[in-house]
């Protein structure tokens, strides 16, 4: 469908709305909505600078951008760990590099530029800690207020600290996420708050230029993308990403996209695995992941059609294949995920050990967090020495090795 100007189109509905503050689901069927632009926008595509803006002729356009220079992040050859599973073109895309530390900055960079240019004064969202310790900081550079709703006990002490750092007004809701944003969405309007969570379609929009620049930094379209999954944004916006390009007339081919969920929070791989098009959603979400522990992703839609039209997978990982995963990549690669981070990292390997990949697929983990905003999430054993200031280490490191 050809729209004039930058629209709001429904998922469900294909019906078409004009932007604004209020305008976050669709006002016929409550489906959710997607930043679409004409097809002219698509024969008109250049890229110029770096980061996310690099991209800005398949942005939304804003008055002022509000950024910290996030994206750009490293795309590493993962030489030792591959070698090891037998995949001779791994590679990692580190989104733990921005500048909060996680993918959500090239949301937020997008989402918040937007919420000026709607004359927004305050910015609200629930979180599993990073979407709100990026907002919180992108709201401070932009002088709004911002609010965030956090499940209590569950939100990392990094992330907490950077919500708290950045002056967000922190709401301790005494359930899960799923409980967090429910309360959130159903009294955004009258808290008179603009919402930057996934449900708003304008953060999407900064997340796909993941996809531009793994394109861009392999010179071509990988087999296949792997992403951790929550709430499930990031591989629905990945995929409208290396849609785009393919539309823009750059890419000629689309990768598979492969979503990885923990064990005790994966309503969207078993509604894949057994054919459904429905989610159950789970209860009583559990994974040592907090990122991720969502038993109600918002766009579980979006991301069984980015896993199914792609004819990618989506498979489950347990805590402790998580933990090594996060270890084995700190330990052969030099690259430290936050639990929820290191998921594409065990997917991959478990869906290697299965046969999934050919060896010379190129194949790129999504590694969306820093190790360092999880100080108490336990690694694996390691050597350790405790000496007195007059002794001589040698002997005893001997013994060590
Ligand atoms: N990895 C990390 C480090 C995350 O923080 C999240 C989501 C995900 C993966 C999953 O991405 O939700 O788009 O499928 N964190 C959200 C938050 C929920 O509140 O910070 P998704």
Redesign the pocket.
């Known amino acids: 469908m050809d729209v004039e100007g930058e629209a709001l189109v429904c998922i469900d509905c294909g019906r078409v709305h004009k932007p604004g503050p209020g305008v976050l689901v669709c006002e016929k069927c409550n489906g959710l909505l997607e930043v679409s632009y004409p097809k002219s926008v698509f024969g008109n595509v250049s890229f110029n600078g770096t980061g996310v803006w690099r991209y800005s002729s398949l942005l939304p356009k804003v008055d002022r951008i509000i950024t910290l220079n996030e994206g750009n992040t490293p795309l590493v050859k993962a030489e030792n760990l591959g070698r090891k599973i037998g995949l001779r073109n791994l590679y990692v895309k580190f989104e733990g590099a921005n500048p909060t530390g ?1 993918f ?1 900055d090239r949301g937020m960079t997008v989402g918040v530029s937007i919420a000026l240019k709607f004359g927004q004064k305050s910015v609200a969202c629930a ?6 310790a990026s907002m919180a900081a992108y709201a401070a550079r932009a002088g709004l207020k911002s609010f965030v709703f956090l499940p209590d006990g569950y939100v990392a002490a990094g992330k907490l600290l950077q919500a708290i750092a950045h002056g967000a007004t922190i709401v301790k809701v005494r359930g899960n ?1 799923d409980d967090a944003l429910r309360i959130l969405l159903s009294h955004s309007a009258e808290l008179g708050v603009y919402v930057l969570n ?1 449900v708003n379609p304008y953060r999407i929009e900064g997340q796909k230029t993941t996809a531009f620049e793994i394109w861009e930094g392999l010179g071509k379209t990988p087999e296949f993308v792997v992403y ?8 629905s916006s990945g995929w409208k990403g290396f849609i785009e390009l393919k539309e823009a007339g750059l890419a000629n081919s689309l990768p598979k996209m492969v979503g990885v969920q923990a064990e005790g929070a994966a309503p969207i791989v078993k509604a894949f695995l057994e054919g459904r098009g429905e989610i159950e959603p789970v209860e009583k979400p559990e994974t040592v992941a907090t ?2 522990r ?1 038993g109600r ?1 918002l766009s579980w839609k979006k991301a069984l059609r980015a896993i199914r039209d792609s004819k990618g997978t989506a498979v489950t990982v347990s805590d402790e294949e998580i933990l090594r995963a996060q270890v084995e990549l700190a330990r052969t690669e030099g690259i430290f995920a ?1 639990p ?2 290191a998921a594409s990292i065990a997917g991959v390997l478990k869906l290697s050990r299965e046969g999934y990949f050919k060896g010379d697929d190129t194949v790129v983990a999504v590694v ?2 820093h190790g360092l905003k999880d100080p108490e999430v336990k690694i694996m054993p390691y050597a350790e020495l405790v000496i007195q200031p007059d002794e001589n280490p040698v002997e005893a490191l001997r013994k060590l090795l």
């Not at 979180?127 to 709100?132: C, H, R, V």
């Not at 951790?228 to 591989?235: E, F, Q, R």
Request: charged share 5%; hydrophobic share 35%; net charge neutral.
């Open positions: 996680s959500k979180s599993t800690g990073n979407t709100s996420f996934s951790p999954v929550g709430n499930a944004a990031n591989i990122a991720i969502i992703p936050e929820a981070g969306t967090g």
